[in-house]
């Protein structure tokens, strides 16, 4: 198993510009969920999906959009990007009821 | 919404010794709490889940204690070696739904030789 993958690796963006950060894995997990992390700082939840079809807000949403039309992909589309979603984003998928997430390697922002 | 603190942003100790750091959290006692590695430039690891009945978990060198009343975990790691040098972070579900979940800002650990 690949487990989480995330495309690219990184980016950079001019403001204004949109993007598609992919994420896919291969464990069929149901829960999916999309984190930055932004130095010295933990992990804040931008949106996450319980099942195909199926996505909520997480803490900060805005700019963000996704969707989730199969188990296996999760992308994160960011419309008009702005220098305040530099930032390291993180892909995790986790099976109900076990807790324990699997996290894809980033993708590293910098929009200028 | 659950909010959670972990003891220092960062922690020196010399090989050999063990480390012990902190996360306390607030509001309600969840049901679970996690501890995550993280390597620079990758993404975090699960290390272990601690259920709100088990006091104490154990993997290896790794050792994990969750008190319900003071609202806090513990994380050990005996016998620590340079390589055991990383963030450690720990998480709690926000809610029933284990896809959500709420981070610490992690706990920079470097063991020294």
């Known amino acids: 198993n690949a487990g989480v993958t995330q495309t690219p690796k990184f980016q950079v963006l001019k403001t204004g510009q949109s993007m598609t950060l992919q994420c896919a894995q291969d464990?069929?997990?149901?829960?999916m969920s999309w984190y930055r992390q932004d130095p010295g700082m933990g992990l804040r939840l931008i949106h996450y999906s319980v099942g195909a079809g199926i996505t909520d807000q997480g803490e900060v949403p805005n700019g963000y959009n996704v969707s989730r039309s199969t188990t296996e992909d999760f992308p994160l589309r960011l419309l008009s990007a702005a220098p305040s979603q530099t930032s390291v984003y993180f892909c995790?998928?986790?099976?109900?009821?076990?807790?324990?997430?699997?996290f894809g390697p980033g993708t590293r922002l910098t929009v200028t | 919404s659950q909010k959670i603190e972990q003891n220092s942003e960062a922690l020196n100790i010399q090989e050999g010794k063990t480390a012990t750091l902190t996360c306390n959290y607030t509001n309600y006692s969840p049901a679970y709490l996690q501890w995550y590695r993280q390597d620079p430039g990758r993404g975090p690891v699960f290390l272990l889940l601690?259920?709100?009945?088990?006091k104490e978990k154990r993997k290896e060198r790794l050792k994990v204690t969750f008190d319900t009343t003071l609202k806090q975990s513990l994380f050990h790691i005996t016998a620590s070696q340079p390589a055991d040098s990383a963030t450690y972070l720990c998480?709690?579900?926000?809610?029933?739904?284990?896809?959500?979940?709420?981070f610490g800002d992690g706990t920079t650990l470097t063991v020294k030789p």
């Open positions: 995790a998928s986790t099976i109900p009821g076990r807790g324990e997430q699997y």
């Open positions: 464990m069929n997990h149901e829960y």
């Open positions: 601690i259920r709100e009945n088990e």
């Open positions: 998480a709690l579900p926000t809610n029933t739904n284990a896809g959500k979940s709420t």
